[in-house]
């Protein structure tokens, strides 16, 4: 199961062949918060270290954050995070440590709360793009697809072996050196 994966189904529940038992977005990584309280932005400020971006389909409103080459020369030395507080704006400590819960945020990190809005243990604080590896565009890989096709000499040709029978390896020195014994 992923991090972030949302489960479908209590412990112990009973589940049929090909029914959906969990759902996570695979393009990106969440930042779960493990604490409840309130939401502060800390070094997030429009212009300099996130950008608001606004989905045409949904309409649904987002901060980015900027990567460091994008800020502005006042946001390079910022590190925007979201820290969590209590009602009375004091910091909540992590579990078991004396750390505050603050979450610092990767440059394209997406954060789709509002500053001071309340959350719960669990809840999704922000969402960081997974880069894909691979070509961009079909034309990348069309190249390495032609090498394929083509027919030419091999720089180095293959030995084929004339007996069927076992590979054993040799003992070494400058090259390696294969017998091939037949059964």
Known sequence: MPYGAVLAKGDGEQVAGGETVANWDPHTMPVITEVSGFVRFTDMIDG???T???DEL???SSLVVLDSAERTAGGKDLRPALKIVDAQG???LIPG???PAQYF???KAIVQL???VQISSGDTLARIPQESGGTKDITGGLPRVADLFEARRPKEPAILAEISG???FGKETKGNVVWLSPR
Do not use: H
Request: charged share 20%; aromatic share 0%.
């Open 166 to 168: 076992i590979v054993s």
């Open 114 to 116: 509002e500053d001071g």
């Open 105 to 107: 945020l990767p440059g």
């Open 97 to 99: 440590t004396d750390m």
């Open 90 to 92: 004091n910091d909540v």
């Open 52 to 54: 608001r971006q606004t």
């Open 48 to 50: 300099q270290t996130i």
């Open 58 to 60: 949904t309409g649904l």
